[in-house]
């Protein structure tokens, strides 16, 4: 069971925006950035988004992120089929001494 | 361009102890700048977080594993390591080595290709 909470699975037809939440507590979300990782099957994930809303180079404007309180949120605009694959949320939890914790991960469906 | 490969077998019996390397090239595992990961993700399920260490050696562990876990860096050959003891098939997995920024401290931003590793008689 993960720490951070996301729904399993997410779809949408292309063109559309789909989001995707991340649900966590005081001690990760709360008080920390948050980071967003996309994987496609057999391949490393890579980031997407981080320190909430930052998108690396490369990373198409389609992809935004946010965050309020203990929850934040991935946005896809303009949906792609390429953009079919799975999606972590990511953050430092402060209890227990300090870990990265992760969402469990959401599939996204582009149908 | 910076560049982590894993290595290791690919085969661990259980109760033994699982032995991972990861190579860095194209930059210096002893910048300031960057702690160095690992990462593992059973297969069809989510990620967890191994491990941190830097160059100095100092180290940070998901406690949920620390007592089976020790991540040591060998700076002359720009490698560091894991060894996982008392391995079970809960431990199987794809396991990634990763990069980390330090200051401020921001989630993995350079990834290995992964490596499988089967815990199996």
Redo the contacts between chains.
Sequence with gaps: Q?VLTQPPSASGTPGQRVTISCSGSSSNIGSN?V?W?QQFSG?????LI??NNQR?SGVPDRFSGSKSGTSASLAISGLRSEDEADY?C???DDS??????????TKLTVL | QLQLQESGPGLVKPSETLSLTCTVSGGSISSSYYYWDWIRQPPGKGLEWIGSIFYSGSSYYNPSLKSRLTISVDTSKNQFSLKLSSVTAADTAVYFCARSPKSPRDAFDIWGQGTLVTVSS
């Excluded at chain 1, 391949?43 to 980031?47: C, E, R, W």
């Excluded at chain 1, 227990?96 to 991960?105: A, I, K, P, Y």
């Design positions: 993960s950035f980071y990782y391949t490393a994930p890579k980031l981080y320190r690396p972590y990511v953050t430092w227990l001494s300090g870990r990265w914790v992760f969402g469990g991960g």
